[in-house]
């Protein structure tokens, strides 16, 4: 990244930060490098999603794929037996493997927060409610931010009388969201209400309404208490006054297998990927004998960059307030003083028409010449 695009990010990067912070969530950092074989204990299988390594003891290592499961190993193993509900911000590089020419980054830089240690609609509402006005802090216009449950499918694949094969197969087509794939698998469903629910629900999408549309479509399969859910978080939206930028969206889902109940995606026009997203993972702590709630999301930097660009937003980067040069000392006792007074200065060489050239390229608000012992 050139000064630029760099200035502009870490901005952004800021603006996140401290709209995350407000809500009480402090930063953490992991390592780069991850135990694969811990990793893939919460994660599940990996392969063809992290890049691999070998250390020279013959360890399989990985580069993180996201920050979700670093940050749930660092609270069962650093962070054990402190009081929850814990609450971490992160700006982190992650990277994945993606088949050649897909146009995908394989390494890209996450916004995101987790809430370890509280379930329920509360935690959920708090998750969705930080990602909205973190997406506005940020200085996107136009955006919507999806809801669903991976819980209502889980519970659709337990009513159906298929196999285990078949189970996974619905899955990856509704991680894919491959509506044409679910309406051919949903024929092998043997159980008619499963089959014409897989149909349905992946193409229902509204407000409050669309909780009911999905509680008609799936009654008596087993979705209800997740719809409950749903409908509690819903209207802990309402109350927060972010719920006019929420879609209630069951196609939604994630492409990591540890979510177990709400997920979430925010989506900006034009943009052919999500800006980011997220999810319940109550299952990913105990993994590591630390079985807790959790939920979180993660902005894609590098997307919301493009949306920025995409909707004419500027990014207010600070502009260099002068150039000093002159009488080298003299330059230099300048400087301090202006900086000491919160101005950005560069020192030149240059004199007279050179440094009002020199000041003039580097965009410097004014071209200042020192000299003398009292300048």
């Known amino acids: 990244m050139l000064p630029a695009e760099a200035a502009e990010r870490e901005i952004v990067a800021r603006r996140f930060a401290e709209a995350s912070s407000a809500w009480g969530y402090e930063l953490v950092e992991t390592p780069i490098v991850q135990d694969l074989v811990s990793l893939e204990a919460a994660a599940g299988p990996l392969d063809g999603i992290a890049f691999r ?35 971490f911000r992160y700006a982190a590089e992650v990277f994945r493997e993606h088949e ?28 969705v409610a930080v990602m909205v006005e973190g997406l506005e802090a940020v200085g996107i216009r136009d955006f919507t931010v999806g809801v669903g449950t991976v819980a209502v499918l889980h519970a659709m694949v337990a009513a159906a009388d298929a196999d285990a094969e078949w189970g ?30 897989l149909r349905v629900v992946p193409r229902i999408r509204g407000a409050a309404e669309a909780i009911d549309a999905c509680r008609e479509a799936t ?23 972010v719920s006019q930028r929420v879609v209630i969206d069951f196609s939604v889902m994630r492409s990591f297998d540890y979510y177990t109940g709400l997920v ?79 101005k950005r200065v560069v020192i030149s060489p240059c004199v007279g028409s050179d440094l009002v050239a020199e000041a003039s390229r580097l965009g410097a608000l004014e071209a200042i010449e020192a000299g003398g012992e009292s300048s």
């Open 53 to 87: 390594l070998v250390d020279s003891d013959g360890r399989l290592l990985a580069l993180r794929p996201d920050m979700t499961v670093p940050i749930a190993r660092l609270v069962a193993s650093r962070m054990a037996g402190e009081p929850g509900p814990l609450r």
């Open 100 to 127: 050649s020419l897909r146009g995908q980054m394989r390494g890209f830089t996450q916004l995101g927060v987790e809430l370890v240690g509280e379930g329920g609609p509360a935690a959920d509402a708090e998750m």
């Open 168 to 197: 996974r197969a619905v899955l990856e087509a509704a991680h894919n969201r491959n509506l044409v794939g679910l309406a051919e698998l949903s024929r092998s469903a043997g159980n008619d209400r499963v089959a014409q629910a």
């Open 219 to 241: 009654a008596g399969l087993g979705c209800d208490d997740a719809l409950d859910d749903l409908s509690a978080t819903w209207e802990l939206l309402v109350a927060a006054g």
């Open 264 to 342: 979430v995606e925010a989506f900006a026009p034009g943009l052919g990927l999500p800006l980011g997203g997220g999810g319940r993972y109550d299952g990913v702590l105990a993994a590591y004998d630390a079985p807790l709630p959790a939920a979180g999301f993660a902005l894609g930097l590098e997307r919301v960059m493009i949306a920025l660009v995409e909707q004419g937003v500027e990014v207010p980067v600070a502009v260099l307030d002068a150039v000093v040069g002159g009488e080298p000392a003299a330059a230099l006792r300048a400087a301090a003083t202006l900086r000491a007074a919160g």
